[in-house]
């Protein structure tokens, strides 16, 4: 049968075990990924953040350091265990979790990912409609947001559709495209910048806010791909290249990936005295010849960070409902997207609903993150791919099948975790019982991935085997699947 040329474009691959003959792509490439994808204003407006608390620049600069490098400390390992599984993160932790606990996996990773495409959207789309109103004249009503999330929305579904090899190309494109633009950017704002200054601390003093700004700004942003940085690196080789190279790679796509707009979205945030408005403080400080730089930021890099978001997203949903093909859940989830977009903006309180929405899947998406790493330390990065595919499979066994596909030590030390940092959290809609504990400070990353390591290892430190599971001694192959 033969195939469209339109067809043949597209990524058939979903979560199934990627080729060793089609991982050719290189850690630079997981750098560009990252970088390209992230130089968009549903990125940037994290940057604005540590202002808005009102420190100034050089203590929000510091902020955002030191916190996307505690970040990435954690994260970026996690990209390792695809370049071994071959497969996406959600999938690989069935090792971990087994192959129906790995499913905490998937819809955490989906949740959190269509709360940021959202966010992107609305900035985006407020940028472009902002600056086409300043331009042109073009009216900043209701339909005008409703065509740009629709244009933003297509755009992004479009590159997710096509899938990876796609988006790689894109994201190229958009890292230097994209870094000239914000480039030019410290010029147009430059004669207005002050970096002395600052406003009353959100928290009363220097050091809580600026904690609050590593935790909620810096910190914040490496966690966001808890779920995503295995979606790049299973079409990675390691007979080709070594974990070290990757993990370099990975380190600095996301250091710079995130630093670079957050940086800009600080030095605009300050040069404009932005406040609670950061996109029409922006738009309203912007020179005339830097509006159509701003237009071409919010539709392309929005287009390309969504575009990333969906594809994750399509992988998660297609991890969940293994009858789906990834096309189909990439529909499913950019029609879902675009829905919670028009909610946000017409019904809800845009910022307030996807920050706390956000806030509060990190917090327990942490204990996740954790517990993978550490079942991936036991096993030393070795792993059976047939038996992780055995949910995708619609069959039973392996050696990951634990008791009826669940591993209760990681998915009990996981509800606790979440349990502590839910307790932890502040968020714009809720704040949790334990924040005078900590005070007043969210820490709920920290202490539910601290929680949920402890108790993962209390509770398997007697497990032996590939993953940590405990598997019988006679057992050395996996085990054979079986029907459902």
């Not at 899938?163 to 958009?174: F, Q």
């Not at 633009?181 to 207005?192: I, Q, R, T, W």
């Not at 710079?256 to 408005?277: C, K, R, Y």
């Not at 704040?431 to 400070?441: E, K, S, V």
């Amino acid at each position: 049968m033969s195939h469209s040329p339109t067809a043949s474009l597209i990524e058939q691959h979903g979560v199934d075990t990627i080729p060793e003959a089609e991982r050719t792509s290189t850690p630079r490439d997981v750098l560009s990924i990252l970088v390209g994808s992230n130089l968009a204003f549903g990125v940037v407006v994290f940057g604005w953040l540590p202002v808005s608390f009102g420190l100034s620049f050089w203590a929000s600069v510091t902020s955002l350091v030191v916190g996307t490098a505690l970040g990435i400390v954690l994260t970026a390992p996690l990209a390792l265990i695809s370049l071994r599984t071959a497969t996406n993160l959600s999938t690989s932790s069935g090792a971990h979790f087994g192959v129906r606990g790995r499913l905490i996996g998937s819809v955490v990773g989906l949740l959190l990912s269509l709360g940021y495409t959202a966010l992107s959207l609305w900035v985006g789309g407020d940028v472009v409609v902002g600056a086409l109103n300043r331009m042109l004249g073009l009216p900043a009503n209701g339909a005008a947001y409703v065509v740009t999330y629709s244009v933003l929305a297509a755009l992004s579904a479009t590159a997710a559709v096509f899938g990876y090899r796609l988006m790689l190309r894109l994201e190229r494109v958009l890292m230097w495209a994209m870094s000239g633009l914000l480039l030019a950017g410290l010029f147009a704002f430059l004669p207005h910048f002050d970096a002395s200054t600052h406003g009353d601390y959100l928290l009363g003093g220097f050091w809580p806010t600026w904690l609050l700004a590593v935790v909620s700004a810096g910190l914040s942003g490496p966690i966001a791909f808890i779920t995503l940085l295995g979606d790049y690196t299973r079409y990675v080789s390691p007979t080709r290249h070594s974990s070290r190279r990757v993990l370099w790679s990975t380190a600095a796509g996301l250091f710079l990936g995130l630093l670079i707009p957050q940086l800009f979205g600080t030095f605009t945030a300050v040069a404009t005295g932005a406040g609670n408005d950061y996109v029409g403080s922006l738009l309203a400080g912007a020179p005339a010849w830097f509006l159509l730089p701003l237009l071409l930021n919010g539709l392309l890099g929005s287009a390309g960070n969504t575009g990333l978001m969906l594809y994750s997203m399509g992988l998660d949903l297609d991890a969940i409902m293994p009858r789906a093909t990834r096309r189909q859940a990439t529909y499913v989830v950019a029609a879902m997207a675009t829905v919670l977009v028009f909610l946000g903006h017409f019904v809800w309180s845009a910022q307030d609903a996807v920050t706390s929405f956000v806030l509060v899947l990190t917090a327990i998406g942490a204990p996740w993150a954790v517990i993978t790493l550490i079942g991936f330390r036991r096993c030393r990065g070795d792993y059976d791919r047939e038996s992780l595919q055995v949910l995708n499979q619609r069959t039973k066994g392996g050696i990951y099948w634990y008791r009826a596909g669940w591993n209760i030590p990681a998915t009990v030390a996981w509800i606790g975790g979440s349990l502590v940092g839910l307790c932890s959290v502040d968020t714009p809609v809720y704040r949790g019982p334990m924040l005078p504990l900590t005070g007043g400070i969210d820490v709920s990353f920290l202490l539910s991935g601290l929680v949920a390591a402890v108790l993962y290892v209390l509770l398997s430190r007697s497990s032996r085997g590939r993953a940590g599971g405990t598997v019988p001694a006679a057992v050395d192959q996996p085990v054979a699947a079986q029907p459902v």
